[in-house]
């Protein structure tokens, strides 16, 4: 008696054990990815040409851009020049590269502008001291031998720097102006600045968040009952 293959039970698998809509959903599940993968690569593709496209017809036509430079600018196109670099044999084009070109200048605005920023310290540093040297004279002036040790400290330490000549004068600029009074209102749940703001605070009070300046005029907080 031959033995009889067993049927398929409806809604399973030939295994008669794993559901059919499992194995759908995994079908439909890597379906989706394969489809979305495809779909961004053609997204890079056609945004890749459409580059090539605008760099080739508009601006290789303008007078002011060359057919060389234009053929330069798709070479070294970031995303085609990681093709090129792909390849086992592949040549990096002798064309101009504007792309490491404003590498080099991004790099050039940076140096220049810490060089600006060290300048102005080197200023304030100086400015400090001169001033710290003119209010020693003053007092020496009036009183040299009290003054005396002061002043040789003065010349033997080394001048501020920058950085606390320039926290010195933002804590006088602080200091000199006028208190602000902060008020809280209780119906819109925040506090009523008097130099004209409202400030709301995600959590806490003026204490709870270290506030001890108007950050709209600068000047101390003072805590005013409504």
Not at 3 to 21: F, H, S, V
Not at 40 to 69: D, N
Not at 87 to 102: E, L, V
Request: one cysteine or more.
């Amino acid at each position: 008696m031959t033995a009889q293959t067993q049927p398929e039970a409806p809604g399973y698998a030939a295994d008669g054990k794993t559901p059919l809509y499992s194995i759908i959903g995994v079908g439909i599940l890597v379906s989706a990815v394969e489809f979305n993968r495809l779909y961004a690569e053609i997204e890079q593709l056609r945004e890749h040409m459409q580059f090539v496209e605008r760099w080739a017809v508009h601006h290789g036509t303008k007078p002011c851009v060359s057919a060389k430079e234009a053929l330069g600018v798709i070479q070294h196109y970031p995303p085609i020049r990681s093709i090129t670099d792909g390849y086992a044999n592949g040549k990096r084009p002798d064309t101009f590269d504007p792309y490491a070109r404003i590498a080099e200048l991004e790099a050039e605005r940076d140096e220049e502008r810490e060089s600006a920023n060290e300048w102005r310290r080197l200023a304030l540093q100086f400015d400090g001291h001169r001033m710290q040297a003119l209010g020693h004279l003053r007092v020496m002036l009036k009183n040299p031998f009290d003054h005396c040790m002061a002043v040789t400290e003065f010349l033997e330490a080394p001048p501020l720097s920058g950085e606390e000549v320039l926290a010195q004068r933002l804590a006088q600029l602080r200091e000199s102006k006028p208190q602000c009074e902060w008020t809280y209102n209780d119906d819109y749940f925040h506090w009523q600045t008097s130099c004209g703001h409202a400030h709301l605070f995600g959590d806490g009070g003026i204490h709870d968040n270290k506030y001890s300046h108007c950050p709209y005029c600068g000047g101390g907080i003072g805590e005013k009952k409504p």
